[in-house]
């Protein structure tokens, strides 16, 4: 599903307007529709981190451009809290944005892709604060294209250790 979204907003946003979307992640939005937060880079290789809003209108899909920073802006990202999962993150440009992704997963997601983008175009020190480098990190064991199953794989072994040493009898 999600890589019929990529598709389209692709061929239908950022095509047209000559940007690569390189990632997309959905977040909370308010009102109908859902949103997502895209990156992308431009012909002259500026990184743009663009709010996007999916709306369908007479059973066509249509997105609009809510918000649009650029990535050498952007101050820091900040997790919120690197030891437990939950889907909030902050983005600090000249002002403070509050995010909501859909998934821990998916924020992880965001935040690699951003760090990934930053090494290649603009090598600047981009502060990503409370996030578990673990799963940021591309010289991890569990990296790979397809991240997010990792991080949920991971996450799974964890909660499986854990349940098999609260059964173990203690002697």
């Known amino acids: 599903m999600s890589s019929l979204v990529k598709e389209d907003l692709a061929k239908r946003l950022f095509g047209p307007r000559r940007r690569r979307l390189q990632e997309f992640i959905e977040v909370e939005g ?27 209108v007479d059973r066509e899909e249509k997105y609009e451009i809510l918000e649009k920073w650029f990535l050498k802006d952007l101050e820091m990202i900040d997790g919120k809290e690197a ?10 440009f000249h002002k403070v944005y509050n995010l909501e ?19 290649i175009y603009l090598k600047k020190d981009l502060k990503i604060v409370n996030f578990d480098d673990t799963y940021l990190n591309d010289d991890s064991i ?15 072994f964890y909660a499986s250790n854990l349940l098999c040493l609260s059964l173990c009898p203690l002697s």
């Open 30 to 56: 308010s009102g109908a529709g859902r949103c997502y937060l895209c990156a992308a880079v431009t012909k002259s290789e500026e990184v743009e981190i663009c709010m996007v809003k999916h709306l369908r």
């Open 83 to 92: 030891d437990t999962d939950n889907p909030y993150f902050d983005m600090h």
């Open 101 to 119: 992704a859909y998934s821990c997963a998916s924020k992880y997601t965001f935040a690699r892709t951003l760090s990934k983008l930053n090494e």
């Open 142 to 156: 569990w990296s790979s294209n397809n991240r997010d199953c990792l991080v949920l794989m991971r996450i799974c």
